[in-house]
């Protein structure tokens, strides 16, 4: 039977499992009732995103259950098959598939950017003529996150070492010869240390406070609402601010005030806006729709 667990990310930015089916075989009817069955789970709520393999039955029944959920594809799955895509002369002979890499994973490009970088590698190694790949650029959209920034936290499930972790973690619970039972038993085990692991994450956060490394008021806030593995992303964003960030052109446009940043760690410029009114701000780099904290930007 296939095992297919819905994952997504806690507070502490660890992987959570909201649930799991067992099914004879993929096909749409099977997705259709399990994605039901989910849905109904979550009290009607859709996930702002969604992400699965490239199966054929799974790209008909998302949307014929999902109204309002972006599908998008699991980029792990897609670059797991690059080497055996472009041969072994050029994965085992040239750097191809780690540059290749480099621009894959790297969601801070713009659209533009990432379309002039993929060129770039496919003409330098003379691969116009891979239909695999020219077929993952046609829908690149689909796949690579600088096309699909705007989606909340949309960058979260995107990592290599989530999707390699969450397999690793459910294969250490895996027996082929098992039975049934034997594997809820083993599934139960895994729930039980996933839940234990998320209680001993939440009671750290709760009754201690990290060290701050600035005297920026925001970081000590930051300190003591958000939780720890957060936080730290946060704070190298502080830090960033400080050392790697300067002010550029200034402009008003109706409400909003906008500052030119100039980023030295990056060597981009990036437009913050602000409205003095509601002190709602936002940045082009979009560090929080893509993960949820503000950027050094803005800081």
Known sequence: MIFSPFTGVDHHKKSVTFGASLMSRENDLNFNWIFEKF??????????C????????????VPAVFKTA??????????????????????????FVSRLNSVVWDCDLEPSDFEERWSGLISEFQMEDNGWLSYM?????????????????????????RSESENSFFKRFENPRGTLVEFWLHFQSAMDQQ?????????DSDHSLPQTKTLLRLEIHASTVYTHSLFYDFQQQCVDSLHSCSAGDSSREATTRFLDVEDSMFQKTYTVGLNPTTWDASCSCKLF?????????II
């Open 195 to 203: 839940r234990y692991r998320q209680k001993s994450l939440d009671r």
């Open 289 to 297: 729709e893509k993960k949820g904290y503000i950027c050094k930007h």
């Open 70 to 95: 972006a599908h998008r594809l699991c980029m792990w799955h897609i670059m797991q098959k690059l080497p055996e895509k472009v041969g072994p002369t050029v994965a085992k002979e040239t750097d």
């Open 39 to 48: 849905l109904d789970a979550m009290g009607g709520k859709e996930p702002h």
């Open 50 to 61: 969604f992400f699965t393999d490239q199966c054929h039955a799974m790209k008909t029944a």
């Open 137 to 161: 650029f046609s829908i690149r959209q689909r796949w690579i996150p600088d096309y699909y920034r705007d989606i909340p936290l949309g960058c979260l499930l995107r990592t290599t070492q």
